[in-house]
């Protein structure tokens, strides 16, 4: 009985992790886009407009879901579901630190990314069940790009798990543990660094999908599949979004920062901050991507498409084959 | 209770004669890819079952799935370029082997 | 993974495959029928994890339950001409129906006539490293023929994909 | 760990010779230079198979290439030298080299790793990349309304077949434990084993096009362009038969009965095959029916579970092959028709000559390639005492003759008004293909006693 009421425990704690980052990165995102745009972010409810967000999700509590005429109707209330779902459940195998992880999984880093890969699938089957064929547009788009940016995603990776030998997402951060020549941290981030561009653009691209312009309230093709969707299930929708930043911003930190781990610190001191360092870490990579598509241009779908399948995938496998060599080299026989 | 491969085996044989009959009944030809699918997936189904209860430590049957998997993804990718462009030049995704009713 | 198989949960998933794939041939609409389809494939991964093949449910995830999906509903929104495509049977489906109940009743009764001969559940088996150690060593050859495969499928698919200059 | 890496040499120039076509935009001469490269690499690799050595088992008792894989792998790679040779010649219908040439190189790489396969995971992938490319070759032209639509129907009904051998495969590794084929172990599976091994056959019937299946053939095939034809119907399939003789072998082992199925179905592929050859007015279904009935005869000798009936199985499908690719090339020059034919002996002699040297093989007359295929397999079927498939194979036989000699008729005494077509403009590399298919048709005739004494076929 304990276990099942830890798991429920985990996954509880899971749940408002998701929901409240949701909530501290729409009020990140309106502040801090708004200071680089030159304008001030949501600013009536609250002091400089603290609980704005938190009003925001209350109206969208308290709004009657309305559903457009002739939709698909079990298809149409399924698929934010199937959006919100995988962005929850992502979470599983991400480590907070040592300990503090929901679930220790053989094949985590694989799992997350099989997990994410089923949100497209929500949004496809949302946006032919909307009715609409400025959805139905809008969506086939958003999902032709996640799918030329997620290949070059796994593919930039593979290097890390070539090395390490494992799939563990709490054994990878263990190898990174400690410094190379007593100055650098042991990150992959630095000999990988191929991998790390490779995997920020590939992100970036996926991630930077116009549904979180909805706040912008910028309708027409381009928002996709929550074009026809209100109230609740549109929170659903920006909720799972939001979600996935902070999911791959933490995959980032955990493959390539170290995860919780801090250089130059003691072992026992980690322990105890390894979730707080986690947490800045990857905050800090959020803010990255959160900047970078409010001072970038968007760019066209096509160019998008063009960049992931005609570049980042042939880049990544060149990349893959240099490391293996590498790797094949310098320790013939074993896996390093 | 006690769940012996049988079991297993068993929800994979329900699965793969469902998705025969539905190769053999559909017109639509993307049904009858998904159909293929499901046979695909119950040939798997069996063939980790038996790995795990007859070859646990030499998982040839997980290898074999593996494999099976990787190739049906490939025909299953094929398939759909063909279905779409015998749509391009008919307007149609009905197979034609199969009369209408 | 224990050495049993939870039987409650066994009998969940194969209701939900089950269920799953009957409903994906009873649906009216092809896009149901895909979304029953990748339902049905996340219940198989769902048994793969009670198999203990850790790494193949989570591959089954990644490439049945959503990449094919995906791929398998944009083919259907290419394709529609109404928004609802329904599902058309064949006139000769009771032909198959016959045929499709006739292998399910011989597979039942080989299965049955096997019985129980191997029923226990042996010792958990190595895990994902092993299976990757397998795969790049002594499966190499037919690694590096699913690679030639992937290949051929990619040139055909690009084939027929590309628009024909007239 | 790996010894003998030096048994992949033709295949891996096979490959080699696919990826260059694959890039032919960059080689001189493009489209055809690409062709004649492929062309090269294959012809290449047959030589080098003919003159290499023969080997135990290597890469883990997986593939072994023995002197029958050397045979078949001969007869695949040196099959598809010829037609890439008549492709650089002629070009597809349509639409460019490159890409087709790729896809039968890599089908031929898949075939020729086949007939070497000792394992069931081996087996299957390789039988995959065998006849995957066979689609593409059946709808290469893009389009041809009716041909994608064929290869969509050829598509759906090989996948189906290959699910189906799948599925077998799994129940028979669960009952013997092992992939090996050597390790299969039948003895005592009961009702199971029968399963397995009737859906893998069953599965394995189809993808080789036999009797109680061929309608998916016939269908679909008979509208393809005959080009695409010429190789689909013999390379993949001589990688299935010989893969399929293999796996026989071995099942046959443990489970004795199995002869009788194979039997079963050997018979309803003579006679199937051959009365549905006798009505044919277009060439393509022909040589389809009359390509089911050669089965018959095939599995007659696999019916006797020996191994002297594989090997002259194996024997038999090259012998088989290379007449067929010959026709179905003039085919592909002259036209689909029978009337097409007409007075060909006046317009070009020496290809009607060679037509007439190819169906007298397939019928069976001597010195050539079919004759000897032929008495082989009926002396394995003889030696397992199947008096009456032999007799059934004899009257089929006959009855074949008459369906060949209406070409020949038609090409030496046909309707000169008939005739329409311009004149075929000359290609040397398309002759030199032909020529090439003549040679062989008699030189295996000629060499038949060697040949098949290096099979290992014994007889009394």
């Known amino acids: 009985m304990n276990a099942l009421l830890s798991s429920a425990l985990h996954a509880s704690a899971a749940l408002v992790l998701v929901l409240l980052n949701g909530v501290v990165l729409v009020f990140m995102l309106r502040r801090m886009i708004g200071r680089m745009h030159l304008r001030r972010g949501g600013l009536h409810a609250g002091p400089g407009g603290v609980i704005q967000t938190a009003a925001d999700v209350l109206k969208l509590l308290s709004k009657e879901g309305t559903r457009p005429g002739g939709v698909n109707r079990w298809v149409y209330a399924i698929a934010p579901m199937a959006v919100f779902v995988p962005s929850l459940v992502a979470y599983a195998a991400l480590p907070f630190s040592e300990t503090l992880r929901i679930t220790r999984l053989d094949t985590g880093l694989l799992f997350t990314f099989a997990v994410l890969s089923v949100v497209p699938l929500g949004v496809i089957a949302g946006s032919l069940a909307s009715a609409s064929n400025r959805a139905l547009i809008g969506a086939m788009r958003v999902v032709a790009r996640q ?190 | 209770m006690a769940v012996g ?44 079952t038996v790995s795990r209860f007859v070859t646990p430590a030499e998982m040839t049957g997980q290898v074999f799935a593996v494999f099976a998997m990787a190739v049906f993804a490939a025909q299953i990718g094929i398939g759909l370029a063909l279905v779409l462009a015998v749509y391009r030049q008919t307007g149609s995704i009905e197979l034609s082997s199969k009369k209408a009713t | 993974m224990s050495e049993t198989v939870s039987g409650p949960v066994f009998a969940i998933l194969a209701f939900a495959c089950i269920g799953g794939a009957i409903g994906m041939l009873s649906a009216r609409n092809t896009i149901h029928a895909a979304l029953w389809l990748s339902e049905v494939m996340l219940a198989v991964a769902g048994l793969y994890l009670l198999l203990s093949a850790e790494y193949l449910a989570v591959v089954q995830v990644l490439i049945y339950a959503s990449a094919m999906s995906v791929v398998v509903l944009f083919i259907i929104m290419l394709t529609l001409r109404e928004r609802e495509g329904p599902v058309r049977m064949a006139d000769f489906s009771i032909g198959g129906g016959i045929l499709a109940g006739l292998t399910g009743v011989i597979l039942y009764m080989a299965l049955a006539d096997r019985g129980d001969r191997i029923s226990a559940m042996p010792v958990e088996p190595s895990g994902t490293a092993a299976l990757g150690e397998l795969l790049f060593g002594r499966w190499t050859l037919p690694l590096e023929v699913a690679a030639l495969i992937l290949l051929v499928s990619l040139v055909a698919a690009v084939w027929w994909s590309r628009e024909v200059d007239s | 760990m790996l010894s003998g890496y030096w048994h992949f040499t033709p295949e891996v120039l096979v490959v080699c010779g696919a990826f260059a076509a694959l890039f032919g935009g960059y080689l001189p001469g493009k489209d055809r230079g690409a062709a004649y490269a492929a062309a090269g690499a294959a012809a290449l690799a047959a030589a080098i198979v003919a003159f290499g050595g023969t080997g135990g088992p290597i890469v883990f008792g997986q593939l072994e290439p023995d002197s029958v894989a050397r045979y078949a792998r001969t007869g695949l790679a040196g099959l598809t030298a ?330 030496f005494f046909g309707d000169e008004d008939e005739q329409v077509g311009g004149a075929i403009e000359p290609s040397h590399a398309a002759t030199v293909a032909l020529a090439l298919c003549a040679v062989a048709t008699v030189a295996i005739g000629i060499g038949a006693p060697r040949l098949i004494a290096a099979l290992g076929v014994r007889f009394g």
């Open chain 1, 147 to 336: 799918l030329a940016c997620s290949v070059p995603l796994l593919l930039s990776v593979l290097p890390v798990v070539m090395i390490t030998g494992t799939l563990d997402l709490g054994d990878i951060v263990n190898y990174q543990t400690g410094l190379w020549s007593g100055a650098f941290p042991r990150w992959f981030a630095i000999p990988l660094l191929p991998s790390l561009a490779i995997f920020t653009t590939a992100a970036l691209c996926g991630l930077d999908r116009t549904v979180f312009d909805i706040h912008g309230i910028e309708p027409g093709p381009e928002s996709g599949l929550a074009g026809e969707y209100s109230a609740m299930r549109f929170g659903l929708l920006c909720i799972s979004e939001f979600g996935n930043v902070f999911v791959i911003s933490a995959l980032a930190v955990t493959v390539f920062f170290g995860g919780w781990t801090l250089p130059f610190v003691p072992l026992d001191l980690q322990s105890s901050i390894g979730p707080v360092v986690f947490l800045i870490k990857t905050y800090t990579l959020v803010f990255l991507f959160l900047w970078t598509r409010s001072v970038l241009p968007r760019v066209r779908t096509d160019q998008l498409m063009d960049l992931g399948w005609k570049w980042l995938i042939p880049l990544s496998i060149v990349w893959i084959m240099l490391v293996g060599l590498v790797v094949k080299a310098s320790l013939p026989g074993t896996v390093v």
């Open chain 2, 5 to 48: 491969p049988s079991a297993f085996m068993g929800v994979a044989a329900v699965l793969f004669s469902l998705g025969l009959y539905g190769v053999l009944t559909r017109k639509n030809a993307v049904m009858v890819l998904m159909s293929l699918e499901l046979m695909t997936v119950a040939a798997c189904l069996n063939m980790v």
């Open chain 4, 82 to 411: 010829v037609w890439v040779l008549w492709v650089a010649g002629r070009g597809m219908p349509g639409e460019r080299r490159r890409e087709g040439v790729a896809l039968a190189l890599f089908a031929t790489a898949g075939g020729m790793l086949l007939s070497m396969a000792e394992d069931l995971i081996v087996m299957f992938v390789t039988l995959e990349l065998a006849t995957m490319p066979a689609y593409v070759l059946m709808g290469y032209r893009r389009k041809d309304v009716s041909g994608l639509k064929r290869a969509l129907d050829y598509f759906v009904d090989s996948i189906l077949a290959s699910v189906i051998v799948l599925y077998g495969l799994s129940f028979l590794y669960g009952i013997s434990g092992s992939t090996a084929f050597s390790g299969l172990e039948l003895e005592g599976s009961g009702m199971l084993g029968f399963v397995a091994v009737m859906l893998t056959l069953v599965g394995l019937f189809a993808k080789v096009s036999a009797a109680p299946l061929r309608h998916w053939t016939l269908d679909a095939n008979a509208k393809a362009a005959p080009v695409s034809l010429a190789f689909v119907s013999t390379v993949p399939r001589v990688a299935g038969i010989v893969v399929m003789s293999r796996l026989i072998l071995a099942i046959a082992a443990s489970a004795p009965a199995i002869g009788i199925l194979v039997g079963v179905a050997a018979a309803a592929s003579m006679i199937a095959g051959n009365c549905a050859a006798l009505s044919q007015g277009d060439l393509r279904r022909l040589l389809i029916c009359s390509g089911i009935a050669h089965l018959g005869y095939l599995m007659m000798a696999l019916a006797a579970g020996t191994e002297t009936g594989y090997g002259a199985a194996v024997f038999y499908a090259v012998a088989y092959a290379v007449p067929s690719m010959g026709v179905m090339l003039v085919v592909a020059e002259e036209g689909v028709a029978i009337g097409d034919f007409a007075r060909l002996a006046s317009r070009r002699p020496w290809v009607a000559w060679s037509m007439v040297l190819w169906l007298l093989s397939l019928i069976g007359i001597p010195p050539l390639a079919g004759f000897f295929g032929k008495l082989y397999l009926i002396g394995a079927a003889l030696q397992a005492e199947l008096m009456a498939l032999v007799l059934l194979a004899i009257l089929a036989t006959l009855l074949s003759a008459a369906y060949y000699f209406r070409i020949v008729r038609e090409m």
